[in-house]
């Protein structure tokens, strides 16, 4: 179920054994009811750089929505796209809608 394999990739993740978590924490997070599983499997690609990968997986996550931290993972999104050299688009995930700043434009 659901929460086994949220704790079986948890456990992975704390034995730094990554990408042997990532099998479980994927499944769980396509049966979670938020997003932040997705946010989770965000984290790891981030941290081995898989950047598209990342990217893809915070999509998921707002898909799904009801995110604890919406701005980790806007803030994931924004790393994700700016090291694909999406400059455009990292900043629309960097800066919410309706906040940004005149001076930052160009």
């Known amino acids: ?13 704390a034995a730094r054994s990554y990408d ?3 099998g479980p924490l ?3 997070a396509s049966m979670h009811n938020t997003g932040d599983l997705y946010v989770r ?3 790891i690609k ?3 750089e898989d950047w598209k990968a990342a990217e893809e997986a915070m999509r998921s ?8 931290d919406p ?7 924004g790393i994700s796209l700016l090291r694909q050299k999406e400059v455009k688009e990292a900043r629309a ?7 940004e700043d005149s001076r930052a434009a160009g």
Do not use: C, H
């Open 93 to 99: 995930a960097f800066v919410p809608p309706g906040q």
């Open 26 to 28: 994927t499944k769980a």
């Open 71 to 77: 701005g980790n993972g806007q803030l994931l999104m």
């Open 61 to 68: 996550a707002f898909t799904k929505g009801n995110l604890k």
């Open 20 to 22: 042997r978590a990532m």
């Open 1 to 13: 179920d659901e929460k086994t394999l949220e704790k079986v990739s948890y456990m992975w993740i």
């Open 41 to 43: 499997v965000a984290e």
């Open 46 to 48: 981030v941290r081995d």
